[in-house]
């Protein structure tokens, strides 16, 4: 496994551990100020409506999410990794947490610092099956 790869596995680490704590400034340290997000059902976002989205989140249920990049390949300063993921959001206020899981199509971009941001990502999570 390359440097490069390493460094973007650990930035999928840092974003679950980030928003298990809800640290939206070290989520956002690990995006690109242009990040785009496609979802089933809305259009396209960035930074900002993320943000809000992550903010309102956080104050009524606690995210916690686990998974494996299945996929990384490297070309030069941009990199895709195809992962598999699983999402537990459980409301604060008491209450059967909503389990998400699927796939999702990253795209990254290696900034001149060396360090690796989420610059594009397709989320195609849906309900788990119990």
Do not use: C, H
């Not at 606690?62 to 598999?84: F, L, P, T």
């Amino acid at each position: 496994m390359s440097d490069d790869e390493r460094a973007i596995r650990a930035v999928q680490a840092e974003w679950f551990d980030a928003t298990a704590k809800g640290d939206l400034p070290r989520v956002l340290s690990l995006m690109a100020e242009d990040v785009v997000f496609l979802t089933p059902g809305q259009p396209p976002f960035g930074r900002d409506k993320f943000a809000a989205g992550f903010t309102a989140g956080s104050q009524q249920a606690q995210i916690s999410g686990s998974g494996e990049y299945e996929e990384v390949v490297v070309v030069g300063e941009v990199a895709y990794a195809r992962a598999r993921l699983s999402v537990s959001v459980t409301p604060k206020s008491g209450g059967s947490p909503k389990r998400l899981a699927g796939y999702t199509l990253t795209v990254f971009r290696k900034l001149p610092d060396g360090r690796w941001v989420l610059a594009r990502d397709a989320n195609l999570l849906v309900p788990a099956l119990a």
